[in-house]
């Protein structure tokens, strides 16, 4: 995925400038509804998880009450390939964010924190290389507290507002607090570059977390996980899914 020109839990800063062109399938921009559904109905559809499955690999979207809440990423498949999960909150296509479940065959992984729109899809991955991905998916009011977006988060404020940060050669850094845990990633540099956030939390080696900001310069994506701590960090920098520059994990 492309860089435009503007860390650990959920959604990223408006750009500055115009993005650059991608690569890959852009996701669909959510429609905005035009009628009132009626509760009683949303509510009866949102009772189960909304899934989207390839070979390997099932994502899918749910609600506190069922099996699957927030959004989650099982792999379905026994072999050394990892299943992965990619989203976008809130209709921003500025930030996005992915799980990678890196535990064996019917292992799940995920974030609850979402926001009151997800797109997301299913992708399967070898090592840092994607081989295979599915069709975009977009639920609705699926969350009963949604992660609200925030459109302005720049660099100086995620700094302000956290208690550790680490950057990569001043264009990509990674912020966050230790209370309510808020990750940003922030980009800091006016080029094709990428910046991006890579974490895990909780001291789980068999999940890592990404945010990938592509909105442009002096923009942040931030990610929510609630009281799970994050455990080892780093910030990088991707020229599409390359990486091009990166400090060693840091232990928190």
């Known amino acids: 995925m492309a860089v435009a020109a503007t860390v650990f839990s959920a959604d990223g800063a408006a750009a500055t400038t115009e993005p650059a062109p991608r690569t890959e399938p852009r996701p669909p921009v959510p429609a905005v509804a035009v009628s009132t559904p009626d509760t009683a109905a ?7 998880p909304e899934c989207v499955r390839i070979k390997g690999a099932e994502a899918c979207v749910g609600p506190d009450g069922s099996d699957r809440p927030g959004v989650t990423i099982e792999d379905t498949a026994n072999d050394d390939l990892h299943a992965t999960v990619e989203y976008y909150l809130n209709g921003y296509l500025g930030t996005k964010y992915t799980i990678h479940n890196l535990g064996r065959k019917g292992e799940v992984r995920g974030n609850r924190e979402i926001g009151k729109i997800v797109t997301f899809r299913a992708a399967v991955y070898e090592g840092n290389h994607r081989v295979r991905f599915g069709r975009w998916k977009t639920v609705r009011n699926i969350t ?14 995620a700094r302000s507002r956290s208690k550790v940060c680490t950057s990569t050669k001043g264009a990509s850094t990674l912020c966050f607090n230790e209370r309510n845990t808020v ?10 570059y990428q910046a991006r956030a890579e974490y895990f939390i909780a001291g789980d080696p068999t999940a890592r977390f990404e945010i990938h900001q592509l909105a442009g ?18 910030a990088s920098l991707f020229n599409h899914n390359r990486r091009v520059a990166t400090r060693l994990y840091k232990y928190n």
């Open 183 to 192: 990750v940003f990633a922030c980009d800091t540099s006016a080029d094709e």
């Open 42 to 48: 949303t509510t009866a559809v949102a009772a189960e």
């Open 217 to 234: 310069v002096n923009t942040c994506g931030k990610a929510e996980h609630g009281d799970l701590a994050v455990s080892m960090y780093r």
């Open 144 to 157: 009963k507290y949604p992660i609200k977006r925030e459109t302005r988060v720049t660099p100086a404020a």
